[in-house]
T-cell receptor
Framework: TQLLEQSPQFLSIQEGENLTVYCNSS?????LQWYRQEPGEGPVLLVT?????EVKKLKRLTFQFGDARKDSSLHITAAQPGDTGLYLC??????????FGKGTLLTVNP | DTAVSQTPKYLVTQMGNDKSIKCEQN?????MYWYKQDSKKFLKIMFS???????INETVPNRFSPKSPDKAHLNLHINSLELGDSAVYFC??????????????FGAGTRLSVL
């Protein structure tokens, strides 16, 4: 069974601060995705990373896939209250099934 | 014009009852999924259908039975509901199940409360 450990589980910061969320596993994934979920809604895909060492930027969000394709990070620069939500990483294994981490609940206070 | 729609959004029922959750997608996708999200927000896959055929069946009690009448619909029927079934159930769909960059689109969820 492939497991994804996500940390931290909870994060409460002030507007303007930077933060990093980590997603780690002992397993290799063919790709890794980051989703954001708001209360009462389903997860929405933010990015997919496929190549080891790949870095993708989405405005103030920077996503990195580890060289060995076992881990990933999400860095948010100058967080805003609109960034508040549950961030989920999800890895796709050799059977193409998507395995989710337990999520990071981010609160950005004005 | 919701892409993946689930009904009902909320479901409150007594232990022992049988209930169904419906899911429809208008994206023309060939693969659909059911996920369960527990109280700690852990999202775990339950089933996946590709062109009406079951391709993923996780360790789920056989009280849960998915049914796909066509590739745009995947319904979830639950028999003899138990307290531990209380959770938010998400339907999702994607085009092409076995692709590394496969994008899944999720419905808004059905919050099931078993009393």
């Amino acid at each position: 069974t492939q497991l994804l450990e996500q940390s931290p589980q909870f994060l409460s910061i002030q507007e303007g601060e930077n933060l990093t969320v980590y997603c780690n596993s002992s397993s290799v994934f063919s790709s890794l995705q980051w989703y954001r979920q708001e209360p009462g809604e389903g997860p929405v895909l933010l990015v997919t990373v496929v190549t080891g060492g790949e870095v993708k930027k989405l405005k103030r969000l920077t996503f990195q896939f580890g060289d060995a394709r076992k881990d990933s990070s999400l860095h948010i620069t100058a967080a805003q209250p609109g960034d508040t939500g549950l961030y989920l990483c999800a890895g796709r294994g050799s059977n193409y099934k998507l395995t989710f981490g337990k999520g990071t609940l981010l609160t950005v206070n004005p | 014009d919701t892409a993946v729609s689930q009904t009902p959004k909320y479901l409150v029922t007594q232990m022992g009852n049988d209930k169904s959750i419906k899911c429809e997608q208008n994206l023309g996708h060939d693969t659909m999924y059911w996920y369960k999200q527990d109280s700690k927000k852990f999202l775990k896959i339950m089933f996946s259908y590709n062109n009406k055929e079951l391709i993923i069946n996780e360790t789920v009690p056989n009280r849960f039975s998915p049914k796909s009448p066509d590739k745009a619909h995947l319904n979830l029927h639950i028999n003899s509901l138990e307290l531990g079934d209380s959770a938010v159930y998400f339907c999702a769909s994607s085009q092409g199940g076995q692709v590394a960059k496969n994008i899944q689109y999720f419905g808004a969820g059905t919050r099931l409360s078993v009393l």
